[in-house]
């Protein structure tokens, strides 16, 4: 399935969610797909691109799977049905979009929690959807500069050589 569907997905299902495991549960899956998105850059996006893609890819693997979270069936983890990113710049767009929502949900969770263990869970949680959103906010930069350069480059083949010549065209004998 494409990125940007996935990742809809999840926004929806993150804006339907009633609860702390519920929210910890869309958490994990935003995470979990915020790494495959990571992967599927390293291996088909722009080179430029490699470097926090991968270490999108990286963010969280430490600690425990997706599979793992009680809340989260085996069947029902999206990144696993992620099979493409076809707008490189789009997806990450709406990546950054889903991770920004998915932190203020967990801080309204350790906000609202006197279990000591699930206040820490979510600033765990917090800090890797800051990381994740610093790495995708630098993806997003790196094409950004990356159209700048192609639009100079396409305005120098426009201009020729020489820039852009200004005054009265003159006759090509070199008489008036």
Same mark, same amino acid.
């Given at each position: 399935?494409? !990125? &940007?569907?996935?990742?809809? *997905?999840?926004?929806? =299902?993150?804006?339907?969610?009633? #609860?702390? +495991?519920?929210?910890?549960?869309?958490?994990?899956?935003?995470?979990?797909?915020?790494?495959?998105?990571?992967?599927?850059?390293?291996?088909?996006?722009? !080179? &430029?691109?490699?470097?926090? *893609?991968?270490?999108? =890819?990286?963010?969280g693997a430490a #600690?425990? +799977?997706v599979l793992d979270?009680?809340?989260?069936?085996?069947?029902?983890?999206?990144?696993?049905?992620?099979?493409?990113?076809?707008?490189?710049?789009?997806?990450?767009?709406?990546?950054?979009?889903?991770?920004?929502?998915?932190?203020?949900?967990?801080?309204?969770?350790?906000?609202?929690t006197e279990e000591?263990?699930?206040?820490?869970?979510?600033?765990?949680?917090?800090?890797?959807?800051?990381?994740?959103?610093?790495?995708?906010?630098?993806?997003?930069?790196?094409?950004?500069?990356?159209?700048?350069?192609?639009?100079?480059?396409?305005?120098?083949?426009?201009?020729?050589?020489?820039?852009?010549?200004?005054?009265?065209?003159?006759?090509?004998?070199?008489?008036?």
């Amino acid at each position: 399935m494409e !990125a &940007e569907r996935l990742i809809e *997905a999840g926004r929806r =299902s993150l804006a339907e969610s009633r #609860g702390a +495991p519920a929210v910890m549960a869309e958490a994990w899956q935003a995470q979990a797909l915020a790494r495959a998105v990571g992967g599927q850059l390293v291996r088909f996006g722009p !080179a &430029e691109l490699r470097t926090d *893609a991968r270490g999108l =890819s990286e963010i969280g693997a430490a #600690g425990p +799977p997706v599979l793992d979270h009680p809340m989260v069936p085996a069947s029902g983890v999206r990144a696993a049905h992620l099979s493409e990113v076809s707008d490189t710049s789009r997806t990450l767009g709406a990546l950054v979009l889903l991770l920004g929502e998915v932190g203020m949900a967990l801080v309204g969770v350790a906000c609202g929690t006197e279990e000591e263990g699930l206040y820490w869970q979510c600033i765990e949680a917090i800090d890797a959807v800051d990381e994740s959103v610093d790495r995708v906010h630098g993806m997003l930069r790196r094409l950004a500069e990356q159209e700048r350069e192609r639009e100079r480059e396409t305005d120098q083949e426009r201009d020729g050589p020489y820039g852009v010549i200004r005054g009265p065209a003159g006759s090509v004998t070199g008489r008036p």
